[in-house]
C-alpha cells in the first residue's frame, strides 16, 4: 500500500522554521507501507527557512502581505506530478496524511492569515489537488487518534460466524458479557455466537474482542444493544471494528466481504432517542462520516495488498428477524443499499456519538431475498470466507 506523507512528519527539517515536525504515530505507519514523502513548498523551491505563509481569502500571504499565492500552487502542482509518478494516486484507495493547518498541506482548517494562531475552514493548495484527484487526505492527529495502546486498545464486535476470530487473541482477562454495565441478564447467545469478551493482544497490538451480540429482533432495547460499546468505550477503546453477516442487495452488491461506507438506520430505533443518554453531551449527533473514511481506507488498501476481494457499500440496518420481500429487495436497490443485515446501525451510531473511529466490515453470506437462507447457511457462507476475514483483520490492525 502506497501512502503520500509530508515529510516535516517524516521527520524531514523542510519547514519555514527549519525544523520538523516528526510524529510517532505517522512513522511508524510509514515503517508498514510504502511511504511516497513529499514537501510541496521544498518542491516549488522555496528555501528552508523561509518566511511563514497562510492563506487568506485564497491567497497566501506572508506576514507582511507578500503574495506567495503562485510559489505554493507551483509546489502544490509539481508534488502531484511527483505523487502521480510514484503510482500512490492509482491504488485502489489512495491516502495521503499531510500535516495539518498548513497553507501547503492542511486538510479541512488552515491558519487563516492573521498570524494569530486562529484557524479556519479550509484545504492547503496541495490537499485541494488531492482531494480533487479523489485520495483520502488525513491530518497526523487522525492517524494518531486511530493508534491504538494498552490504554487503548481496539475493539472488535464480531457477528454471526465470524466468531472465530476471537481464538487468535493472546488472552489477559476475560470478560463476561453479563458483567457488563447494562446488558440484560437474560440474554444467551444464539448459534455461532459467544458471551466472554476478550481483553488481550493479536499480533502484538492490544484488543478487545466481542466475541458476540445481542439484537432487537430478540426483544432488547436500544441501550441494551449498545452496551458493549458504552463498555469498550470505557475500556478506553479508540477504534472499534464491526463485523456483521449481511444479505447483498442483486445489482448492488455480492456475496463475499465488504467494507461499508454509510448506512440507513431502518429500524424505527435510536440508541440516542430517550431519557437516559449518558456519557453523552448531547444527543443531537452528525452522522457524516460515521464510517471513518480513514479506517475504511487503510482497510481497502490492505484487502489489495493482501489479494483479498471486497466491495463497499451502504448497510441497511432492519429490525428483522424476517427477511426481507421482493419488493423490499427493490426498495434497497433503489435506495442504492448494498447490504442488509439486522445489527450494527445503533452500535454505529452510539460509536459515533462517543467519539470512536468506527470500521464496519460485512460478510454478505446471501443474497437478499433468497428464500433458501437459512442461519444454518449463513454460518456455512461466513466459514468459506473465515480466512479471508481473518487476514483482513489483522492486515489492518497491523496497520493503526
Ligand atoms: S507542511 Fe507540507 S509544505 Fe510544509 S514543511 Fe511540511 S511537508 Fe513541507
Do not use: W
Amino acid at each position: 500500500m502506497k501512502v503520500i506523507v509530508s515529510q516535516c512528519l517524516r521527520g524531514v527539517a523542510c519547514r519555514y522554521d527549519g525544523g520538523a515536525k516528526p510524529n510517532d504515530a505517522v512513522r511508524r505507519l510509514c515503517s508498514r507501507v510504502e511511504a511516497v514523502g513529499v514537501c510541496p513548498e521544498s518542491a516549488s523551491g522555496l528555501p528552508v527557512p523561509r518566511p511563514p505563509a497562510e492563506q487568506r481569502d485564497g491567497h497566501v500571504l506572508l506576514r507582511d502581505g507578500t503574495d506567495v499565492t503562485e510559489d505554493f500552487e507551483r509546489g502544490a502542482r509539481l508534488s502531484l506530478e511527483r505523487v502521480r509518478a510514484s503510482g500512490a494516486l492509482g491504488c485502489v484507495a489512495p491516502l495521503a496524511v499531510l500535516k495539518a493547518k498548513s497553507p501547503s498541506c492542511g486538510s479541512g482548517v488552515i491558519y487563516d492569515g492573521t498570524y494569530t494562531g486562529s484557524l479556519t475552514k479550509g484545504d492547503g493548495a496541495f490537499a485541494r489537488l488531492l482531494k480533487r484527484e479523489g485520495v483520502c487526505v488525513v491530518t497526523e492527529d487522525v492517524v494518531r487518534s486511530c493508534s491504538p495502546s494498552v490504554e487503548h486498545p481496539v475493539a472488535i464486535v464480531l457477528g454471526s460466524g465470524l466468531g472465530h476470530l476471537a481464538s487468535l487473541v493472546k488472552p489477559v482477562r476475560r470478560i463476561d458479557y453479563h458483567d457488563i454495565e447494562g446488558f440484560p441478564e437474560d440474554a444467551r447467545p444464539v448459534q455461532g455466537h459467544s458471551f466472554e469478551a476478550t481483553v488481550g493482544t493479536i499480533d502484538d497490538v492490544p484488543v478487545v474482542v466481542y466475541p458476540g451480540r445481542i439484537h432487537l429482533y430478540q426483544g432488547y432495547d436500544p441501550a441494551e444493544v449498545t452496551a458493549l460499546v458504552r463498555h469498550a468505550h470505557h475500556l478506553g477503546c479508540r477504534d472499534i471494528i464491526f463485523a456483521c453477516a449481511t444479505g447483498a442487495v442483486p445489482g448492488n452488491a455480492n456475496i463475499g466481504l465488504g467494507i461499508l461506507t454509510d448506512q440507513i438506520n431502518l429500524t424505527g430505533r435510536n440508541p440516542l432517542a430517550g431519557r437516559d443518554v449518558r456519557d453523552l453531551d448531547t444527543p443531537f449527533v452528525g452522522m457524516s462520516d460515521a464510517y471513518t473514511p480513514y479506517l475504511r481506507t487503510l482497510a481497502r488498501g490492505v484487502a489489495d495488498d493482501l489479494g483479498i476481494t471486497v466491495e463497499e457499500g451502504v448497510y441497511a440496518g432492519v429490525l428483522g428477524p424476517s427477511f426481507e420481500t421482493p419488493a423490499e429487495v427493490a426498495a434497497m436497490r433503489a435506495m442504492g443499499v448494498s447490504y442488509v443485515g439486522m445489527s450494527t446501525v445503533l452500535e454505529v451510531i452510539m460509536a459515533h456519538a462517543l467519539g470512536m473511529n468506527v470500521l464496519g466490515l460485512t460478510l454478505a453470506a446471501n443474497e437478499c431475498g433468497d428464500p433458501s437462507v437459512t442461519h444454518q447457511s449463513v454460518l456455512e457462507e461466513a466459514g468459506r470466507h473465515a480466512d479471508d476475514f481473518e487476514r483482513l483483520v489483522r492486515g489492518i490492525i497491523r496497520l493503526l
